[in-house]
């Protein structure tokens, strides 16, 4: 014997479009990143100085030019929470073909942690999934960086 479910009211569903929102932008000289230091020049106006950890993604095209910046976390003094969905949420906006990801470290030193190391290797698998190759991820401190694509990490 099946039991008949009591069903409630219908369940309204809403209908929508997804789109991104230009908030402002920048011109960057080079026109094309073609190494971990042309990335760091790009990115380090966003990350110097800060008092907590900002990460951001950076789409590119199939040219390796830069067409978005997003701010994706800000986290604490020492640690941002990173989600691949949230990482890869403005680049398929974007219709990137690659992405860099940046992170600072308000101490000043670029040495990657282990969640570091973690969290880059889930962005590479979740990339190939969606067809969006990370390039390199680089670590922003006092006037220096450091791309753990250089260190072996990607």
Known sequence: MVKEEKQ???KRVN???VKLVR???ILYEKRCIRSAQDAYELAKSFLEDKDREHFIVVSLDTKNQPVSINVCHIGSLNASLVSPRE????AI???AASILIFHNHPSGLT?????????????VEAGKLMGIELLDHII?????FNSLKEKGYI
Request: net charge negative; glycine share 6%.
């Open 87 to 90: 990482v890869m949420k403005a």
């Open 8 to 10: 409630g009211p219908a």
């Open 23 to 25: 908030e402002s932008s």
């Open 140 to 144: 922003v401190g006092d006037n220096t």
């Open 15 to 17: 209908i929508v479009s």
């Open 111 to 123: 040495d990657p942690s282990n969640e570091d190391i973690k969290v880059t290797k889930r962005l």
């Open 93 to 95: 906006l974007s219709s």
